[in-house]
């Protein structure tokens, strides 16, 4: 028999709100399992088997985010089933950049009221960001926080786990001057930034636009799920030599780039060449925002960006144009300290 405390459901915890969460869950979680899982939701804790033939030294990759202010765009829009893929695409996309697969993903969500079916679709864009990267989602945590969060509103956080042999880990050692940029097309904000989005439109206070330049309503675009990169940039991993990787998220280029060179080089990048969709030039131009500020917090399009020799780039490119992304060839790195020069 399932527990049940009258006192406290009074308090605001309804005990078999999670159970039943827990009951929808579990066909989505159902997706999302490959070889390794050991166990399935319910217990208290998530069972992986580590398949480590073909590796002869394994090291093992984690990483942890949220999703930020982007959630609100979600709870205003009543839209909960595609949050979670950015959730998930936070953490993947981190952890492949050191040449890892993700093998398994676990999430938190604290909400201020446990109704089943919003938190059964959140989880239903959890597992899709993990069937995205090929992931197991083996587990998470549903807490209630009545009191402390108002009854509508939640947070979502998770971490993943991969795995990488270690003398493919990437890292900026083996990048050189002369080395090319290959852009990976973002699918827009992507999840950083938002609370300067909610600021420029206002979206508290004034409604949902249409808009001809963006082809859509603003907050559709804007809630767009973040591209998730795993599959083809391990596949690419296999056919060439990748030499560094950067996932372009909050800090924009400016911060993240110079993340995957070593000192003493620079990427030079012509602003002519980055593919910004509309939806980042609204953002300047209805927030008045300086172009320097617009690269230093936005992906600008490019959610991506992998360093190979210039004689493997267009094969590069070619590549990952074939597994489905819009990869371009975005600069070259150069002497210098400046880290990122746009001209």
């Known amino acids: 028999m399932k527990s049940f405390s009258d006192s406290y459901k009074s308090a605001g915890v309804d005990v078999t709100a999670g159970y039943r969460a827990v009951e929808l869950m579990k066909t989505h979680t159902a997706r999302t399992m490959i070889p390794g899982v050991l166990s399935g939701l319910g217990g208290f804790g998530g069972l992986f088997e580590l398949d480590l033939s073909g590796m002869k030294n394994p090291v093992l990759v984690s ?28 953490c993947v996309n981190d952890v492949v950049c050191a040449g890892a697969k993700p093998l398994f993903f676990l999430d938190y969500i604290a909400c201020g009221k446990n109704i089943p079916e919003k938190i059964a679709a959140i989880v239903s864009g959890v597992a899709e960001g993990c069937v995205q990267a090929g992931c197991a989602l083996i587990g998470g945590e549903t807490a209630e926080h009545p009191g402390m969060m108002a009854e509508d509103d939640y947070d979502l956080a998770g971490f993943t786990v991969g795995a990488v042999e270690k003398s493919r880990i990437l890292d900026q050692s083996r990048v050189k001057a002369g080395d090319v940029m290959v852009a990976l097309a973002s699918s827009g904000v992507h999840s950083n ?12 206070n004034k409604p949902d636009f249409h808009s001809d330049e963006l082809g859509g309503s603003l907050w559709e675009t804007l809630l767009a799920p973040t591209r998730i990169y795993v599959k083809p940039v391990l596949a690419l991993m296999d056919q060439i030599e990748v030499k560094s990787v950067c996932h372009i998220t909050g800090g924009g280029f400016y911060e993240n780039i110079p993340r995957a060179l070593p000192n003493g080089l620079t990427a030079k990048i012509e602003k002519d060449k980055v593919q910004t969709p509309a939806i980042f030039r609204l953002i300047q131009k209805e927030g008045n925002i300086p172009e320097k500020d617009m690269f230093n917090t936005f992906n600008m399009g490019v959610g991506m960006c992998c360093i190979v020799s210039p004689d493997q780039a267009d ?24 880290g990122v020069l746009l001209w």
């Open 315 to 338: 094969r590069a490119a070619e590549l990952l144009n074939s597994q489905g992304e819009r990869a371009y060839i975005l600069g070259e790195v150069v002497p210098g300290d400046e």
């Open 63 to 90: 990483g942890t985010d949220g999703v930020g202010t982007k959630l609100r765009l979600a709870q205003l829009m009543d839209k909960h089933d595609t949050i979670g893929v950015d959730g998930v695409a936070m």
């Open 193 to 204: 930034g938002f609370s300067l989005v909610r600021r420029v439109f206002d979206i508290e």
